[in-house]
């Protein structure tokens, strides 16, 4: 299996955050690890309407939801905002459930739908 990097791209002056592309194939999740435990915060340091699009992300771990609850509060302490989409896998959707951050975090069903209530 390849490797994707994660991507950030400009979408109306909204930022979106990919880890894949089309129909690419699942994104490895150590990769997601390391990006979410070294990268993440600096990556995404200037962007105050971000959407972080997990589409073929099959599960996260506290190693992600951590650093991502982080850039929630620093991006509403600024005066952005942050939005999820891709939530597509059960998994993926469980642990959104069970820790209860399906009610923390906006949650789209499409990235277009993302991107649209950021901008």
Known sequence: MQLYQPTITDEGGVQVLSF???DQGPVDLDLVR???AT???DATAGSLRLVIDLTGVPTLDSSCLGPLVQKLRL???????LALTGIESPAL??????TRFDKVFPIYKTRADAVAALV
């Open 39 to 41: 990268t993440f915060l």
């Open 34 to 36: 390391h990006y979410f």
């Open 75 to 81: 991006a509403q302490q600024a005066g952005g905002r």
């Open 93 to 98: 959707e469980e642990i959104f459930a069970l």
């Open 20 to 22: 894949r592309h089309h």
